[in-house]
């Protein structure tokens, strides 16, 4: 690949895993290597079966149940930031081996905001990321300032909410939401 870049995209509407699970699609379809690992989330969701599926795609999973982290006590948080830390030290032990062509962190800015990882390790990332690794990462930012990742990118996407049927109590639906 030419020189990667960094890709951001956040906000409080819908879309931001699809749009990073349609650039895996473009670089796979061009013979691209690929790292997928998606924080806070179970392995259920609907497109993890079909991304696992792809060639030269290689798909970090979580294990067991993963509850909000809004609804833990300090004690159940502190257990999955020590889950999670494994993860990641695992993920950018890969990133920084530079096999990759794109690197996809889903919902990584969830995991920064929350301190579920350590900020210094995800600005590390950006600003060593390898030369020809374009990195793509994705997450809400509950109003929290997150310019320490905007300004590192090269591309910035805000999607921004407008109506959601959850707001309205529709619980997430297979296949569309989750």
């Known amino acids: ?94 990133y920084f081996s530079g096999e990759y062509d794109l690197v996809v962190l889903d919902e990584v800015i969830d995991a920064y905001n929350l301190g579920t990882i350590p900020k210094e390790q995800l600005h590390e990332m950006m600003d060593k990321r390898p030369e020809g690794t374009e990195l793509v990462i994705t997450g809400h930012q509950y109003g929290m300032d997150i310019s320490e990742l905007t300004n590192r990118a090269d591309y910035v996407t805000k999607f921004v909410k407008e109506k959601h049927p959850f707001d309205l109590g529709m619980p997430c639906r297979k296949g569309i939401e989750e």
């Open 1 to 94: 690949m030419q020189k990667g870049c960094i890709q951001l995209y956040y906000g409080d509407g819908k879309g931001k895993t699809t749009a990073a699970i349609g650039q895996i699609v473009r670089c796979v379809g061009h013979g691209f290597k690929v790292l997928v690992y998606q924080f806070l989330k179970e392995p259920n969701s609907g497109e993890v079966s079909v991304i696992k599926s792809l060639p030269g795609v290689e798909y970090i999973e979580n294990e067991g149940p993963i509850p909000f982290m809004f609804n833990l006590t300090p004690e159940q948080q502190e257990f999955y930031k020590e889950k999670f830390q494994k993860k990641f030290d695992e993920v950018r032990e890969k």
